[in-house]
């Protein structure tokens, strides 16, 4: 234990503590005014001259060291130690609302040789003082902990009334109305913004959630940080029923429930939303607006600026001319047309280079046939999963029923219904999960040769698929969106290619493959599952 600081005997002098609870109490009180006052006062008729005056808005229990200015009043004794002093503040529940932390934090200042003294408590080095010091502050413990309960209580009470009682989230503000007191109110321009990444993550159009992050980044949703940094929040966000206009607490025990604040996304939007995150965001989707006629709309991005290339047909004398083009009208050939013969000319020369070597197909055989095991694998473990948790559901529903039905009170009837239907609910989810007989019957052979049969001749396969199939084929041949010039044609170097990604990984790793089988994928250092695309194999 520290031992009590020697001090040298001199004139005492005065620190007083002020704390007030929130930064609310702070900013919009004089709670802080009135307490230095009356510390002030007190100083005054015990002749103490004021060295200091420390102020705290810390709100919450805990290490008293947490408190900045307690921890800055430390540090001052700390480094006046000959200096004689007696620590004023304005009454018990501003020096510690915690037993515990108050008797830690009076021992801290004994060995540091303060005296403690209050307008409203005389502190008494008996045991009679010190008993009533201690029920004092288990007092003012009670009082604490109490008003946390009664704050939880009707925060909670808001919940189940439909409104969100804590801080507004991103993309609102809270505004205080007559009907409804504090209520989320959407904030412009964050709740536009957050729409449209919701819409175009629903669609499609943002593959990927990083690409969701860069679009609201690049219009100030989120300022201080790079785009990667906020996937995490992005996908919380996502999930979040709230943006849809519904009210959900897990943590209180509050079930979803529409709320009275207006959405930023509309509910078709949001499970779309929701379907996407389920699925792991696998595979590509296509564009809706894709057609036979320009089957490159959406995977080429303009070479000179970095915007999307879309495409149209133009009026010509007799006919309807097809072409591309940059719809950045900032870039020196946004809206230029491109002809759609050369733009698709030159990706057949691409495609026409993306044929791999013999033995990139020998491995691709022998990691296809571990990729399928496993997945069929799991398909089936999940599948016998789910039908044990259903039985166990059912069970549980039973049990409920039957208590709902003898139970001698009506709340009682009540806790045990809402349970049953929980579960109901849940066996009814669970359902719609159960993988049919039909989807582990695709044919291994076909999916294997489709496979092969790519990798042999991408040009051959995209002339002989459909167009949606060549927007899965696009992704399963190129990592990334191609560039395009209008002056220059492709740019052929350093093509974002995951065929000749594969055949590297071959290249490097042939040694560890053996014909009776290979080490699983990770090992290897390759995801053989993003380069063999489930989806374009049947494989959900």
């Given at each position: 234990?520290?031992?009590?600081?020697?001090?040298?005997?001199?004139?005492?002098?005065?620190?007083?503590?002020?704390?007030?609870?929130?930064?609310?109490?702070?900013?919009?009180?004089?709670?802080?005014?009135?307490?230095?006052?009356?510390?002030?006062?007190?100083?005054?008729?015990?002749?103490?001259?004021?060295?200091?005056?420390?102020?705290?808005?810390?709100?919450?229990?805990?290490?008293?060291?947490?408190?900045?200015?307690?921890?800055?009043?430390?540090?001052?004794?700390?480094?006046?130690?000959?200096?004689?002093?007696?620590?004023?503040?304005?009454?018990?529940?501003?020096?510690?609302?915690?037993?515990?932390?108050?008797?830690?934090?009076?021992?801290?200042?004994?060995?540091?040789?303060?005296?403690?003294?209050?307008?409203?408590?005389?502190?008494?080095?008996?045991?009679?003082?010190?008993?009533?010091?201690?029920?004092?502050?288990?007092?003012?413990?009670?009082?604490?902990?109490?008003?946390k309960r009664q704050v939880v209580q009707k925060m909670k009470a808001r919940l189940e009334l439909g409104y969100w009682p804590f801080a507004s989230k991103r993309g609102y503000t809270m505004e205080k109305t007559a009907l409804h007191g504090k209520i989320l109110t959407p904030y412009e321009p964050d709740a536009s913004l957050l729409r449209d990444a919701f819409t175009k993550f629903a669609s499609g159009e943002f593959r990927t959630k990083v690409e969701a992050c860069r679009f609201l980044f690049a219009g100030g949703f989120w300022k201080n940080q790079t785009p990667e940094r906020y996937i995490d929040k992005l996908t919380y966000m996502l999930e979040d029923p709230l943006y849809v206009g519904d009210i959900s607490y897990p943590q209180w025990d509050v079930e979803r429930r529409r709320g009275h604040h207006e959405g930023i996304v509309s509910l078709e939007v949001f499970e779309a939303v929701q379907k996407r995150l389920k699925q792991g965001?696998?595979?590509?989707?296509?564009?809706?607006?894709?057609?036979?006629?320009?089957?490159?709309?959406?995977?080429?991005?303009?070479?000179?600026?970095?915007?999307?290339?879309?495409?149209?047909?133009?009026?010509?004398?007799?006919?309807?001319?097809?072409?591309?083009?940059?719809?950045?009208?900032?870039?020196?050939?946004?809206?230029?047309?491109?002809?759609?013969?050369?733009?698709?000319?030159?990706?057949?020369?691409?495609?026409?280079?993306?044929?791999?070597?013999?033995?990139?197909?020998?491995?691709?055989?022998?990691?296809?046939?571990?990729?399928?095991?496993?997945?069929?694998?799991?398909?089936?473990?999940?599948?016998?999963?789910?039908?044990?948790?259903?039985?166990?559901?059912?069970?549980?529903?039973?049990?409920?029923?039957?208590?709902?039905?003898?139970?001698?009170?009506?709340?009682?009837?009540?806790?045990?219904?809402?349970?049953?239907?929980?579960?109901?609910?849940?066996?009814?989810?669970?359902?719609?999960?159960?993988?049919?007989?039909?989807?582990?019957?695709?044919?291994?052979?076909?999916?294997?040769?489709?496979?092969?049969?790519?990798?042999?001749?991408?040009?051959?396969?995209?002339?002989?698929?459909?167009?949606?199939?060549?927007?899965?084929?696009?992704?399963?041949?190129?990592?990334?969106?191609?560039?395009?010039?209008?002056?220059?044609?492709?740019?052929?170097?350093?093509?974002?290619?995951?065929?000749?990604?594969?055949?590297?990984?071959?290249?490097?790793?042939?040694?560890?493959?053996?014909?009776?089988?290979?080490?699983?994928?990770?090992?290897?250092?390759?995801?053989?599952?993003?380069?063999?695309?489930?989806?374009?194999?049947?494989?959900?």
């Open positions: 234990m520290k031992t009590k600081t020697p001090r040298i005997p001199g004139k005492i002098e005065a620190i007083i503590y002020c704390r007030v609870s929130s930064d609310r109490q702070k900013n919009e009180g004089h709670g802080l005014e009135s307490q230095e006052q009356r510390c002030r006062e007190y100083a005054k008729q015990h002749n103490y001259s004021v060295a200091r005056v420390f102020q705290d808005s810390f709100t919450g229990g805990g290490d008293f060291m947490r408190r900045p200015a307690m921890a800055s009043l430390m540090q001052f004794v700390d480094r006046n130690a000959h200096g004689q002093y007696v620590l004023i503040f304005d009454d018990m529940s501003r020096f510690a609302r915690d037993v515990n932390e108050h008797f830690l934090l009076r021992q801290a200042f004994d060995q540091r040789g303060i005296e403690l003294a209050c307008p409203n408590f005389s502190f008494e080095n008996t045991p009679e003082g010190e008993l009533v010091e201690t029920m004092m502050a288990a007092q003012h413990q009670y009082h604490r902990k109490n008003n965001n696998r595979g590509k989707r296509t564009r809706v607006d894709t057609s036979s006629d320009f089957p490159l709309r959406g995977l080429l991005v303009c070479r000179e600026c970095g915007s999307h290339i879309t495409a149209a047909f133009s009026k010509g004398t007799n006919c309807r001319v097809p072409y591309y083009l940059c719809q950045s009208k900032l870039c020196e050939v946004g809206r230029k047309s491109i002809r759609r013969d050369d733009v698709h000319a030159g990706f057949d020369k691409i495609l026409k280079k993306q044929v791999v070597k013999a033995k990139t197909i020998d491995l691709l055989n022998v990691v296809f046939d571990r990729v399928w095991k496993e997945e069929t694998k799991a398909l089936v473990e999940n599948e016998g999963n789910v039908e044990t948790r259903i039985k166990k559901l059912e069970a549980d529903l039973d049990t409920y029923a039957e208590s709902a039905v003898v139970a001698r009170s009506d709340r009682m009837r009540s806790v045990y219904e809402k349970k049953a239907e929980k579960c109901d609910i849940e066996i009814e989810e669970l359902s719609t999960e159960l993988i049919g007989k039909d989807d582990l019957s695709i044919p291994y052979r076909t999916a294997l040769d489709k496979a092969t049969g790519l990798l042999k001749s991408p040009y051959k396969i995209w002339h002989s698929v459909d167009v949606h199939e060549q927007q899965k084929l696009f992704h399963f041949i190129f990592l990334d969106k191609l560039a395009y010039s209008k002056k220059a044609g492709y740019r052929t170097d350093n093509l974002p290619s995951a065929v000749r990604l594969f055949e590297e990984f071959v290249s490097t790793n042939s040694h560890d493959v053996e014909m009776g089988g290979v080490e699983p994928p990770s090992e290897l250092g390759c995801d053989c599952e993003s380069t063999v695309h489930r989806p374009f194999f049947g494989l959900k």
